[in-house]
């Protein structure tokens, strides 16, 4: 039977061979630019697709995560007892749906498991779902959120309420504010929340510009100024009045003793007790109404700072992570939004936060390794061939093993991640190794005094089994890989999809277009030396590898 089948697989690329690559191999040396030129096509669609949306985009991709959240923030001074109200009649809704999805899938225990937990303040609560596995489950987390969130509705109290999944990579949008003007912060981070709702392709759009509980404020008036008093003098007697000053310590026993001084309780429990205050200063003594404006407002739970400047970052989920693209969403916020506001706000500055500063990270570390990287590769082949112009073909295959990586995630409806871009690494590895055998085996060829369309025919079947059964070995390999639906594997699957159809693609570029590219610098090499000589030269003869030989 191991015969049988060995046989049957021996035909079958024997037919493969003589009925399908020949015919194609020699139409490539025959035509070699309509071979380039469809090739150049094919990689122009790609880019096109990837441009346009067919061929989805992302920083990283979307992990099917097994638990999900809903994040309740109430009005700062909410009590705890109406906090855990609210967020009793989210998980209700949550159960409810648990119901129905079992009923319809017949699916025991969907969740796994709710839990609620309060805090760090009385008006926070967060209510955790664990899922059933991916590879068990019938929809998926964001589906699932989706139901929730229809569920629940509209909650007027709350003062934010998201729904998400799990994610490792942070939020796929994030924008930092940075400005001198609080004014012109707040109003810039308002203008930006209103403008990234009408995309309408985000959700869960939050600010670090939370407001917190109320409090007073005051505001010098032009009599303070001009008695050229100070908040510092102002500010100090007030928390001495109603904190409290520490006038005397005294030893009782082997307990020291502090005594404080304060006003009275029924003195310092309202904001008219606050206006009412009188302030001593150069010996005369002032009421403090007539001295500051007394303002309540909202102040802020949390107040960052960049170089100096009040900052605020602004979040947001995708409502569709699986159709939407990351970048080109951040793009159209960075080029079209900003600009708009910064306009208007000349004193804002804006930084990319979330996972597109870790792509610009990962990108500034690619640009300052890639070149070294390449440059010894590039290296090693010229050495290995003695040959630029070998070396220029090889290096010309390199960019259009994109072509099967963006179309390998389309078949496979993936978004094109930073991962798929580790695989393409890899894919060049594999890519430069095939052309290497390829072209050595060619060159033995040459040094056998073979002509140059001969060399070339015999050099490409006779490496015609070898790629193409690393190439399936290697797909078959990897095949499992790219089906798998377990958590871990989806961290892997964007590498895996880009290193196999990558490389069919990068097979035909080796079997196909590198024969068709070596034909054509043959071509160049015979017009300049008969430009540059004014003499007819056989082809073969001005290949490096017979010049070699000649030198030997």
């Known amino acids: ?10 035909g079958g690329l024997n037919l493969l061979r003589d009925k399908i690559y020949v015919p194609v191999l020699h139409y490539a040396q025959r035509f070699p630019l309509v071979i380039i030129i469809a090739c150049l096509c094919f990689f122009a669609i790609t880019i096109a697709g990837m441009v346009g949306g067919q061929i989805k985009m992302t920083v990283f991709p979307n992990i099917e995560g097994d638990y999900i959240f809903v994040d309740l923030k109430m009005p700062s001074s909410t009590a705890l007892s109406q906090t855990e109200a609210t967020a009793e009649y989210i998980e209700s809704k949550i159960i409810q749906i648990e119901d129905s999805l079992n009923q319809i899938y017949d699916q025991n225990n969907i969740f796994q498991g709710i839990s609620k937990r309060f805090g760090p303040g009385s008006n926070i609560a967060r209510i955790d779902v664990i899922l059933l596995s991916a590879e068990k489950r019938v929809h998926s987390s964001a589906e699932i959120v989706e139901m929730i969130r229809k569920q629940v509705g509209e909650i007027s109290q709350a003062q934010q309420l998201s729904f998400g999944t799990s994610t490792p990579f942070g939020k796929p949008i994030s924008v930092g504010l940075y400005a001198q003007d609080n004014a012109d912060l ?24 939370e407001k917190g509980i109320k409090e007073l404020s005051i505001v010098l008036k032009e009599k303070a100024l001009a008695l050229g008093m100070r908040y510092a003098d102002i500010m100090r007697v007030i928390r001495n009045r109603f904190y409290g000053r520490e006038v005397q310590r005294f030893q009782s026993g082997k307990d020291e003793i502090k005594l404080w001084v304060r006003l009275k309780e029924n003195q310092r429990n309202s904001p008219q007790d606050l206006a009412a205050l009188n302030i001593p200063f150069k010996g005369r003594w002032y009421a403090l109404s007539d001295l500051v404006h007394i303002k309540s407002q909202k102040g802020f739970l949390q107040i960052n700072h960049i170089d100096s400047k009040r900052s605020v970052k602004v979040t947001a989920d995708l409502k569709h992570p699986k159709s939407d693209n990351t970048n080109v969403i951040s793009s159209k916020i960075r080029n079209e939004i900003l600009p708009k506001i910064f306009a208007q706000y000349p004193g804002v500055k804006f930084s990319q936060e979330g996972q597109v500063r870790e792509q610009q990270k990962t990108g500034v570390s690619a640009s300052k390794v890639g070149p070294v990287v390449l440059i010894l590769m590039l290296a090693i082949i010229v050495l290995t061939f003695r040959s630029f112009i070998q070396m220029f073909a090889v290096l010309a295959m390199i960019p259009f093993g994109i072509v099967g990586v963006g179309w390998g995630h389309f078949l496979h409806d993936a978004q094109v991640s930073m991962f798929s871009w580790f695989g393409m690494i890899a894919l060049i590895g594999i890519m430069v190794n095939d052309a290497l055998v390829f072209i050595t085996a060619f060159n033995n060829k040459l040094k056998e005094q073979l002509p140059f369309k001969e060399a070339l025919h015999k050099a490409a079947l006779s490496r015609f089994r070898p790629i193409i059964l690393t190439s399936i070995t290697t797909v078959a390999g990897l095949a499992p890989l790219m089906f798998e639906k377990s958590f871990q594997a989806q961290f892997l699957i964007p590498m895996a999809i880009a290193i196999a159809y990558g ?14 590219v070596l034909t054509v610098f043959s071509h160049v090499r015979f017009f300049s030396h008969w430009l540059l000589t004014g003499k007819i030269q056989d082809r073969t003869s001005l290949e490096p590898a017979v010049k070699e030989l000649e030198k030997t």
Not at 503 to 516: N, S, W
Request: glycine residues 2%.
């Open 186 to 209: 707040s109003a810039a981070t308002d203008s930006l929340i209103l403008k990234m709702k009408a995309l309408g392709k985000l959700k869960n759009i939050e600010t670090s510009n």
């Open 1 to 10: 039977i191991t015969q049988k089948i060995i046989k049957t697989f021996t």
């Open 503 to 516: 490389l069919l693609a990068a097979t035909f570029l080796t079997l196909v277009f590198l024969p068709a």
